[in-house]
């Protein structure tokens, strides 16, 4: 018999009822006021702030967005940058460095989803075909060989892309020093 029926019981008997106290558990109290949570920092380095971190104006510009992803200031301080480049005469190796590692970055990405997609294999596909019963159909697509030949060959040329490209970029740093 469970303590709300034998207060019951003893009620209707007229018998006086056993008091007793329940306590539970609240928790940690937190402080009231601005609660910093785990994100706050995170959402805080992809977020532009409001001010420009070179030169203190406000950042309200689209194309200061676009600038703050790309280089971490102002517009205005990208624009001074490269004309300072620009009078100094070394704006053209530092756009051609530029256009260079980006042309590096895009054959290490289409390098990597290539040995990424050979390292996939032959594709299974699972179809139930009664739920009831548990019974499934799978079907496997294989690459054709041709294709895979077609992918050997793009991570060579690849490579080599990749190979004078990371000449040219020691060439460029040969020079500045």
């Known amino acids: 018999m469970n303590s709300e029926d034998r207060a019951l019981k003893n009620i209707l008997q007229g018998k006086p009822v056993e008091k007793v106290a329940w ?24 977020r532009m702030p409001w001010f420009c971190p070179k030169c ?3 950042m309200k510009k689209k194309l200061d967005n676009k600038m703050w992803t790309l280089f971490g200031h102002c517009f205005d301080c990208q624009v001074d940058f490269e004309h300072d480049l620009r009078t100094t005469g070394k704006f053209e190796e530092w756009q ?3 256009v260079l590692r980006n042309k590096k970055s895009i054959i290490l990405e289409q390098i990597q ?10 594709l299974k596909v699972v179809e ?12 496997t697509y ?8 077609l992918a050997e060959q ?9 190979q004078s490209i990371n000449d040219t ?9």
């Not at 940690?28 to 992809?46: F, H, Y």
């Not at 989803?113 to 032959?122: A, K, P, R």
């Not at 970029?169 to 020093?177: V, Y």
């Open 169 to 177: 970029i020691e060439k460029f740093d040969g020079q500045r020093k």
């Open 142 to 149: 294989e690459v054709d060989p041709a294709t895979k030949k």
């Open 96 to 98: 051609s460095s530029k």
């Open 154 to 162: 793009a991570l060579i040329d690849l490579n080599n892309a990749l």
């Open 23 to 46: 306590v539970g558990y609240e928790g940690k109290k937190q402080k009231p006021g601005d609660q910093k949570s785990r994100l706050t920092d995170i959402m805080a380095e992809a």
């Open 113 to 122: 989803s290539i040995e990424n997609w050979q390292q996939q294999g032959d």
């Open 56 to 58: 203190d104006k406000v």
């Open 128 to 139: 139930p075909v009664n739920p009831e019963s548990g019974a499934v159909h799978i079907e």
